[in-house]
């Protein structure tokens, strides 16, 4: 069954946004490839008498980490008003990041505050009793973070304990070459205006493009590896409004009847020439195919990848919703926000939630605190952040696309073994050769707990 989101006229209160780091996320090099966390090099000062000392870890979420990181403006503002925390910052990669809290927690030396989102703050580590309860932070905040996602609000708790307190969120979407398309006459299986589509007119217009020439291929369903899998299982769960998992999260329904539907017609377009498999692409494999005009359609897009890949595209890249067969997608999204590791020591951990209140609602803070990650607000309050500023032309598509997000099933159980699992099954289906049915079963058999 279709899900909408719960919001308050979405479009109003999300106008655009710049690039961002999700590049992680959809298969891309994250911002930052060091080893090690990149340490700040110029500590916060704070003024004398009943000083507090707190670290923070962050992930390359747009301009919070990676090189471009504003780390130093953002603890800049905050000391204006606190001086009496210190705050000292290191960033991460996703390449090895998980590896360094991993350690951190082993030698029970953990940052304060973790940037990231709830598959990290709230099913791995709050799950593991690791984290503090921040649920004095919601308490006047709650009602206005449902009136733009109730999903952020479910994501972020568990067993009636809030481990993450958001920031920001996105939709991921997919993307047409638009000139390809309308060479070769595909554009008339797009809905423009709402930028979607049917899976009926998907597999047409893709047969469209095969048949064109215009490109090497019309699309590359990669199964190489786990970067990008957001677009593979959105792809794959609309095609007949299939589910990922079930509505408590407890289990995953990749095997269902609809589900195993969507990747018999998958591997029938592979089949036929309308889809490539390669079992050797990531998604930035595959980004990158279509930056180079090889490709006429990518299914990991975002505003990120758009900034990314602005200056090799030579064509115009239109964000499209994935196909669905009733045309209602229902798009998975990214929710970041921080979350608080519990030291033991109350004045720190006090500490730390002043600081996140502070990046996440001041009034003079929180929307550029947003702006700075290139996403949407989770609050409804702040409205539309870009409206005058110079990213507001560049994420007006994205912004569109926001009230198609569907459930956030990322809090699921054994979510780090099931990504594994959903690519070597892809493989195994579109390269293998493996009925589909049995595959999936056997995914389902080994990710479910």
């Known amino acids: 069954m279709k899900r909408a989101i719960s919001r308050r006229d979405f479009l109003k209160v999300t106008g655009a946004a710049g690039a961002a780091g999700l590049l992680a996320a959809c298969g891309g090099s994250s911002s930052s490839s060091t080893a090690a966390p990149a340490s700040s090099t110029a500590a916060s000062t704070a003024a004398s008498g009943g000083n507090v000392s707190i670290s923070l870890w962050t992930y390359p979420i747009g301009s919070w980490g990676g090189t471009e990181s504003k780390l130093d403006d953002i603890i800049a503002a905050f000391n204006a008003v606190h001086p009496e925390i ?17 350690s951190a927690i082993t030698a029970n030396e953990t940052p304060d505050i973790i940037m990231e989102g709830p598959e990290r703050l709230v099913t791995n580590w709050g799950a593991n009793n690791l984290m503090v309860d921040l649920s004095d932070l919601w308490s006047e905040t709650e009602e206005d973070i449902a009136a733009v996602s109730e999903s952020v609000v479910g994501a972020c708790k568990l067993n009636d304990a809030y481990y993450e307190y958001p920031l920001c969120m996105t939709t991921h979407c997919m993307a047409i070459n638009y000139e390809v398309f309308e060479q070769a006459g595909a554009l008339q299986y797009l809905d423009e205006e709402t930028r979607t589509w049917t899976t009926d007119d998907f597999v047409a217009a893709m047969e469209t493009i095969r048949d ?11 199964c190489g590896g786990q970067g990008g899998d957001q677009g593979t299982r959105a792809l794959v769960n609309n095609l ?17 009847p609809e ?35 090889t490709a006429a359609v990518t299914f990991c897009w975002n505003a990120s990848n758009k900034a990314q890949y602005a200056s090799q595209v030579t064509f115009t890249p239109y964000a499209m919703a994935f196909p669905s067969d009733d045309g209602v997608p229902e798009l998975c999204g990214g929710i970041w926000g921080f979350g608080i590791f519990n030291s033991g020591d109350d004045a720190r951990i006090e500490a730390a939630k002043t600081f996140i209140k502070f990046v996440c609602d001041d009034e003079s803070q929180a929307a550029e605190s947003v702006r700075l990650t290139g996403f949407f607000p989770v609050r409804d309050s702040l409205g539309d952040v870009y409206e005058g500023t110079d990213q507001a032309e560049n994420m007006g598509e994205f912004a569109s696309l926001m009230p198609y997000l569907g459930d956030y099933y990322n809090v699921a159980p054994n979510w780090t073994e099931q990504r594994q699992n959903w690519f070597n099954m892809l493989q195994q289906i579109m390269v293998n050769n493996t009925p589909a049915q049995e595959a999936a079963d056997a995914f389902v058999e080994a990710s479910n707990p």
């Open 212 to 222: 064109s020439g215009l490109t090497a291929v019309p699309g590359i369903l990669y």
């Open 259 to 293: 589900n195993v539907k969507g990747l018999e017609l998958l591997k029938s377009m592979v089949d036929n020439g309308s889809l490539n498999a390669n079992a050797g692409f990531q998604a930035s494999d595959e980004l990158q195919q279509f930056a180079n005009g």
């Open 86 to 102: 210190t705050v000292t910052y290191e960033t991460l990669d996703y390449q090895n990041g998980d590896n360094l809290v991993t």
């Open 240 to 256: 007949y409004s299939g589910t990922y998992t079930n509505p408590e999260h407890t289990e995953y329904t990749v095997n269902s």
